[in-house]
């Protein structure tokens, strides 16, 4: 590719005021590193991403998986009709009802419910409309979900070209959506049922089946009080009505995991849940869309008359299967997961640690480390003795960047960890990235839930946790040292797995290349086969130009192999300054005044890690327009100040660049600079840059670095029509400087 097509590729993917741009070469370890026109990947985020809303996409760290709930997806509205709860089609009349009386039909009425066939069990006719395509993937997720329904129930489902008759009309349209329960008066030829990009799996299928068979949200039942409390704070305000109840007439348990369960985030605008259990052993639980579960089986056989038409049929009873275990198709009988055995007599001891291998109390010292499954709410509740507090210690704390969510602030919003000291209210504070890593913090009281939220693949928490005595604290009873503990800790595998690339082929495979991601103006530069370890014998270089910002270098992941730094990340600024990064670091926070530098990435022939995703921000020093381009006329005179400058100590920091630019074929003399910048070793902390031969990087060998007090005439006369200046401020004893400069 072209280097100016590059160019007006950056310019247009980067949404931000500021002019910068990035030139980006991938190549193998042999070649030269020259500034070359290798191919480029940039791609273009909406900007600015709000999640939550509408199929935007996240600002995804390529090479790894990130999960959302489809009702976190689907559109807010369709065809100007607003989706009721996030995924229900109301219509209008159900609309005005739901506005007047907050209650519009009851669901359990036979109205609503599918009629019998001529087998005698309920039957669905459906059909596909012309958008879903034979042998698409809605087409086999509708057939998957069908044949899960249908043989778990006794509904019977039946394709049909006979469309004078209520039935389904399967569409791939906007989101997932489905009216609730059979509309026979609306819809006479049918309702709609959309299985649209991102439902195409059998679970949202089951879901969306589920209330057009006539189920609600589960969360919106009148008891849910006493299994849920609902953050009300942390709704969407558009969202809060989809948070009533009804006035239900509950036939089962309620079930946190019911395939009709909100997830815990859900319509939350600034991630923290909306939803939390009241026993905290249950928040994994809610917002499965896998499967059916018990329950939601047992409720539509209850309410279609299922199991009554199999007792009689096998002329059995329930009442010899135990608890809620039913009589079922095949004459035998259906247990309740937590029993077994032919009359569902034998409990299932529930499992030592529960199923999503994280969630679990805590109450003596150990280390917790979170399984890597992703999907994760997972509920690590601290119990500490009488008078002690618990004290954690972050060894492994590698989260899923900060987003900008619909408040327009960053949050937390893919992976989260809070520490709930009230449980179950939220905590006030979040953190993911690398927030907490290397990090202690002690309780103030002596128990704490770790409510930990992971949809990130790569993402690692681990954490020593102890108990500190509380000084002048008693306890009213003896302490005992051994209490029962359910602690289990998982050890993450960590995969060491090295992709070998394929020998047979008469191709030669295309190498794995660093990336660039532009997101919100921010420059996102990523280790080839980030996350899976990159490959060896590698070196890339992105190099970034601007005129108009300072540069911030953030690593959001940075773990290259540890071994003599022979694998590293190298930074070259100004004045021929570089910075060398290897290891796993927690933290790499650098700032220069320009937005120049050359970053290059080298590897050795042998062991490798995950890599690095380090974010270039081109950035503009907050209310300081000190990034200047000044143009002046032939013999001008011009005086240029640093913010600040003749006026005593001042903390804030600076990091400035102007241009001066005299007419062609001119040059510029500096006649007299003054300059109060407090020194430092080879000036690394404070300077003044000077170069006047137009190099971006103003070169130690023709270029003037000062980083003193003094006064002095005559500095320099410049090669071309050029003068670039570069100043950093970082102490408050730097005063700045004044430069006199005439055209000549
Ligand atoms: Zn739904």
């Known amino acids: 590719m072209e280097a100016l097509k590059v160019l007006a590729l950056l310019v247009v993917a980067l949404l931000s005021p500021v002019t910068s741009s990035i030139v980006y070469q991938d190549e193998t370890s042999d070649a030269t590193l020259s500034p070359g026109d290798d191919e480029v990947h940039v791609r273009q985020y909406p900007s600015p991403v709000t999640v939550n809303s509408r199929h935007d996409q996240p600002p995804l760290i390529v090479n790894d998986s990130l999960i959302t709930d489809f009702m976190e997806v689907n559109p807010l509205e369709v065809d100007g009709m607003e989706l009721f709860e996030g995924d229900i089609m109301l219509t209008k009349e159900q609309w005005r009802m739901l506005k007047e009386e907050r209650k519009f039909q009851n669901y359990g009425s036979e109205l609503y419910k599918w009629q019998p066939g001529p087998s005698g069990f309920p039957l669905v006719p459906y059909r596909f409309e012309s958008s879903v395509a034979a042998g698409s993937a809605a087409a086999n997720a509708i057939a998957a979900g069908i044949a899960h329904w249908e043989s778990n129930t006794c509904l019977q489902f039946e394709q049909t070209t006979n469309t004078a008759q209520p039935h389904l009309r399967f569409i791939v349209g906007s989101g997932c959506w489905s009216y609730i329960g059979r509309l026979f008066q609306n819809f006479p030829n049918g309702q709609q049922v959309s299985i649209g990009r991102g439902c195409e799996t059998m679970g949202i299928v089951a879901h969306e089946i589920g209330h057009a068979i006539g189920f609600n949200h589960e969360q919106s039942r009148s008891d849910r009080d006493d299994y849920v409390v609902i953050h009300f704070d942390n709704i969407r305000s558009s969202a809060s009505g989809n948070f009533n109840q009804r006035n239900t007439i509950d036939v089962v348990t309620y079930d946190y995991e019911s395939i009709m369960h909100y997830s815990t985030k859900a319509f939350s605008f600034n991630g923290f849940p909306t939803i939390s259990t009241i026993d905290s052993s249950k928040n994994h639980l809610i917002g499965n869309r896998d499967a059916l579960t018990f329950n939601d089986i047992l409720l539509a056989n209850l309410m279609y008359g299922c199991i009554t038409s199999w007792e009689d049929a096998c002329g059995m009873s329930s009442d010899s299967c135990e608890g809620e275990g039913y009589i079922g198709a095949s004459c035998s009988c259906v247990c309740p997961p937590d029993t077994t055995g032919s009359n569902c007599e034998t409990p299932i001891p529930p499992p030592a640690v529960a199923e999503d291998g994280c969630t679990q109390t805590i109450t003596t010292e150990t280390t917790f480390t979170s399984p890597s499954t992703n999907g994760l709410s997972c509920t690590v509740d601290i119990q500490a003795p009488e008078c002690h507090t618990p004290v954690i210690t972050f060894t492994q704390f590698r989260l899923y960047q900060k987003v900008t969510c619909e408040n327009n602030q960053a949050c937390c919003y893919y992976d989260s960890l809070e520490l709930r000291e009230d449980y179950p209210n939220t905590a006030s504070t979040m953190y993911c990235s690398t927030d907490l890593a290397g990090q202690t913090i002690t309780a103030g009281s002596q128990r704490v839930v770790l409510f930990y939220f992971k949809r990130w693949s790569s993402a690692l928490l681990e954490a020593d946790i102890t108990f500190a005595q509380v000084p002048g604290c008693e306890p009213a ?268």
């Open 477 to 744: 009873t003896p302490t005992t040292t051994t209490s029962t503990s359910t602690t289990s800790t998982s050890t993450t595998s960590t995969s060491t797995t090295t992709t070998s690339t394929s020998t047979s082929t008469t191709e030669p495979p295309t190498p794995p290349k660093c990336t660039i991601e532009v997101h919100n103006g921010v420059f996102y530069w990523i280790s080839p086969l980030f996350d899976e370890n990159y490959p060896n014998g590698r070196t890339c270089r992105v190099s970034g130009y601007s005129n108009t910002a300072a540069f911030h270098l953030k690593s959001i992941v940075f773990d290259l192999d540890t071994t003599d730094c022979q694998d590293y990340v190298l930074l070259t600024t100004l004045f021929g300054k570089t910075q060398k990064y290897c290891g796993d670091i927690s933290k790499i926070n650098f700032k220069s005044p320009s937005f120049n530098f050359i970053l290059d990435f080298v590897t050795n022939d042998m062991d490798n890690s995950m890599g690095f995703n380090i974010s270039l921000a081109p950035r503009i020093t907050p209310n300081q327009d000190c990034h200047e381009v000044i143009t002046l006329e032939a013999g001008q005179e011009y005086t240029l100040d640093s913010p600040f400058f003749g006026q005593g100590k001042q903390k804030k920091k600076a990091y400035c660049e102007w241009r001066l630019v005299a007419p062609e074929g001119s040059t510029i003399q500096v006649k007299q600079l003054i300059s109060r910048i407090k020194p430092s070793s080879d000036c690394n902390k404070d300077f003044l840059l000077l170069n006047g031969n137009m190099e971006k990087l103003y070169p130690s060998e023709t270029s003037l670095q000062y980083c003193s007090v003094f006064n002095t005439m005559d500095i320099m006369t410049t090669e071309t029509n050029m003068l670039y200046v570069a100043y950093q401020k970082k102490r408050a004893k730097t005063k700045g400087f004044r430069l006199k400069a005439m055209v000549v």
